[in-house]
């Protein structure tokens, strides 16, 4: 099983050490010891708890999709040419990057502090495991 030490935790989770140590005192959050008798998160315990933490932001479409990876945030940047635009979202702690035409960058008003939904709809996900040799 993954193990965490509160310090790995805390950056996973983008909050202090501390916060970590409250979490565990208050019993929100189960920790143990490691052999070196350091205090440490199971990692099945430290997701289902990031799972149940996690705040999304309300989506203000109103629209129904088929799409469940959705994304409310703020434009934070627009770079546009004649042809095509790069629109940068900050979405909690997410940064999302779409490309899209200038002509639907014009179309949606698109501008740094515009409420937005980034839609992700892939067919493929690549996913990683750091320090993973293979």
């Not at 983008?14 to 205090?39: M, P």
């Not at 627009?78 to 002509?103: F, H, W, Y």
Request: net charge neutral.
């Amino acid at each position: 099983m993954p193990q965490f030490r509160f310090s790995e935790a805390a950056r996973l989770l983008g909050v202090s050490d501390d916060t970590i140590r409250r979490w565990v005192r208050g019993g929100q959050l189960a920790a143990g010891e490691d052999a070196s008798g350091r205090k440490i998160v199971d990692g099945a315990e430290l997701a289902a708890f990031a799972r149940a933490q996690a705040e999304e932001a309300p989506d203000p479409s109103g629209v129904g999709r088929s799409a469940r990876n959705r994304f409310v945030g703020l434009v934070t940047d627009v770079v546009a040419d004649r042809v095509m635009a790069k629109v940068e979202l900050q979405c909690g702690p997410n940064r999302i990057v779409s490309l899209m035409s200038t002509e639907a960058v014009e179309e949606l008003d698109l501008r740094p502090g515009v409420l937005a939904v980034a839609v992700v709809k892939a067919t493929q996900v690549v996913v990683e495991i750091p320090g993973a040799t293979r």
